[in-house]
């Protein structure tokens, strides 16, 4: 009988102990829930009023009135003056792409691995035997301490290679509409015949090969009004104070931002570049996220972004040679630039997938890389 006793006693108490856990566990989950709760509830709200707003209104006109500036009100677009300036880069020169590059002015390194690989100018034109320019756009350099010592090596740097656009702003994060200004204002001044004009980080890689081919078959049929990259459609303004790409209120009130492309890696036609840039010039552009800016700009002359498959987003391409001879941009490269570089750019990759069985082969491995939710590319990648 005791023994029964006190056995049914020890029993409740590891039921207690169990259930004293279980709270515990409970509790914890109920307080992490509870403090991110809000920016859970922040985000999905936001996303799902933007979406509302995206596809049922869609008209983005309003923002034209509050955004337009005035006659009296409209500004010098280089209110900033060139420092460096590479003015007879694209003179009496057919050029197929004016491809600009954003790099601040301490990148040298990403700067010379791009010229050593994908923006090497003499390559693509033994190659292909098309005109294309690269170019860095940048502002001075942040700190006031070492900003004449990096000022002198720039200076230095665009002697050897001619290639630097420089304008006497700081260049920051928040200063990323001027120099989206810079890229567009140069190339209606300086390089108007461009056909093609592209922006990219100088942490893209960009398969300029591929790349060319793609635009010579747009060329051959005039198209017009063109815009491509990544598209991102009725994307909210981050409310989030602590994020990089905050946006109050007072900035841009309205719940969706036009559709746009997110500054990595896009592409628009010649006749684009001219009337962004008079856009440019009547338009408010405090808002400091550049790539909403364009949207907004190309928004306001009924110019819309189109998806290309092979345009990466934030992320970076899978290594595979299947893609190698597909692939136009891949963002968040540095040190492996040089090695994906030769990896795509190899003569073996064009010539090696060409039969029907490879073709077969290489169709599975992109439904495998693609067709999943966390991809660079979209499932629809694997059938082009
Ligand atoms: C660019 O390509 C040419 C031709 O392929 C080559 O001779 C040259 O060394 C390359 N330049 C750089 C900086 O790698
Ligand atoms: C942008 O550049 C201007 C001119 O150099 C500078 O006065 C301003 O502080 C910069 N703005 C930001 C947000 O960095
Ligand atoms: C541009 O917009 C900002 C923010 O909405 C505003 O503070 C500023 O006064 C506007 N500038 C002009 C010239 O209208």
């Given at each position: 009988?005791?023994?029964?006793?006190?056995?049914?006693?020890?029993?409740?108490?590891?039921?207690?102990?169990?259930?004293?856990?279980?709270?515990?566990?409970?509790?914890?989950?109920?307080?992490?829930?509870?403090?991110?709760?809000?920016?859970?509830?922040?985000?999905?709200?936001?996303?799902?009023?933007?979406?509302?707003?995206?596809?049922?209104?869609?008209?983005?006109?309003?923002?034209?009135?509050?955004?337009?500036?005035?006659?009296?009100?409209?500004?010098?677009?280089?209110?900033?003056?060139?420092?460096?300036?590479?003015?007879?880069?694209?003179?009496?020169?057919?050029?197929?792409?004016?491809?600009?590059?954003?790099s601040p002015p301490k990148n040298t390194d990403r700067r010379n691995?791009?010229?050593?690989?994908?923006?090497?100018?003499?390559?693509?034109?033994?190659?292909?035997?098309?005109?294309?320019?690269?170019?860095f756009?940048l502002?001075?350099?942040?700190?006031?301490?070492?900003?004449?010592?990096?000022?002198?090596?720039?200076?230095?740097?665009?002697?050897?290679?001619?290639?630097?656009?420089?304008?006497?702003?700081?260049?920051?994060?928040?200063?990323?509409?001027?120099?989206?200004?810079?890229?567009?204002?140069?190339?209606?001044?300086?390089?108007?015949?461009?056909?093609?004009?592209?922006?990219?980080?100088d942490d893209?890689?960009?398969?300029?090969?591929?790349?060319?081919?793609?635009?010579?078959?747009?060329?051959?049929?005039?198209?017009?009004?063109?815009?491509?990259?990544?598209?991102?459609?009725?994307?909210?303004?981050?409310?989030?104070?602590?994020?990089?790409?905050?946006?109050?209120?007072?900035?841009?009130?309205?719940?969706?931002?036009?559709?746009?492309?997110?500054?990595?890696?896009?592409?628009?036609?010649?006749?684009?570049?001219?009337?962004?840039?008079?856009?440019?010039?009547?338009?408010?552009?405090?808002?400091?996220?550049?790539?909403?800016?364009?949207?907004?700009?190309?928004?306001?002359?009924?110019?819309?972004?189109?998806?290309?498959?092979?345009?990466?987003?934030?992320?970076?391409?899978?290594?595979?040679?299947?893609?190698?001879?597909?692939?136009?941009?891949?963002?968040?490269?540095?040190?492996?630039?040089?090695?994906?570089?030769?990896?795509?750019?190899?003569?073996?990759?064009?010539?090696?997938?060409?039969?029907?069985?490879?073709?077969?082969?290489?169709?599975?491995?992109?439904?495998?890389?693609?067709?999943?939710?966390?991809?660079?590319?979209?499932?629809?990648?694997?059938?082009?």
């Open positions: 009988m005791i023994h029964g006793q006190e056995a049914c006693r020890m029993s409740i108490n590891a039921r207690r102990r169990k259930m004293f856990l279980l709270l515990m566990i409970l509790s914890v989950i109920f307080s992490i829930l509870t403090v991110s709760w809000e920016q859970v509830d922040h985000q999905v709200m936001s996303h799902v009023r933007s979406f509302s707003y995206r596809y049922l209104i869609n008209d983005y006109s309003f923002i034209n009135g509050n955004l337009i500036l005035s006659p009296e009100e409209a500004k010098d677009i280089d209110k900033y003056p060139y420092l460096i300036n590479p003015k007879h880069k694209c003179q009496n020169q057919e050029v197929l792409l004016l491809l600009f590059v954003k691995t791009i010229r050593s690989t994908w923006g090497n100018e003499t390559y693509i034109w033994n190659e292909l035997g098309v005109g294309v320019k690269v170019l756009a502002g001075v350099h942040v700190h006031h301490f070492n900003r004449a010592h990096i000022q002198q090596k720039l200076i230095q740097e665009n002697h050897l290679f001619q290639d630097l656009v420089q304008q006497d702003f700081s260049d920051t994060f928040h200063n990323l509409t001027i120099k989206l200004i810079l890229q567009f204002s140069w190339a209606h001044t300086y390089c108007p015949q461009a056909q093609f004009f592209m922006s990219a980080d893209m890689f960009i398969h300029v090969p591929n790349l060319v081919r793609y635009l010579q078959k747009l060329n051959h049929r005039g198209v017009q009004n063109f815009w491509v990259g990544h598209v991102h459609r009725g994307a909210p303004p981050v409310r989030f104070k602590k994020s990089k790409y905050y946006v109050p209120f007072e900035i841009y009130p309205w719940l969706s931002y036009p559709d746009y492309t997110p500054g990595g890696g896009y592409v628009v036609s010649g006749d684009v570049v001219e009337k962004i840039y008079k856009v440019c010039r009547i338009l408010n552009t405090t808002l400091y996220i550049d790539d909403v800016v364009m949207g907004i700009s190309a928004s306001m002359i009924g110019v819309t972004p189109q998806d290309h498959a092979y345009f990466s987003g934030e992320r970076k391409a899978p290594y595979h040679p299947c893609i190698y001879n597909k692939i136009l941009t891949s963002h968040g490269h540095e040190s492996d630039m040089v090695e994906l570089w030769k990896e795509t750019t190899s003569p073996r990759i064009r010539n090696i997938f060409t039969g029907f069985i490879e073709n077969m082969y290489c169709t599975i491995v992109k439904v495998v890389l693609f067709c999943n939710p966390f991809t660079t590319y979209p499932c629809s990648a694997a059938f082009l």
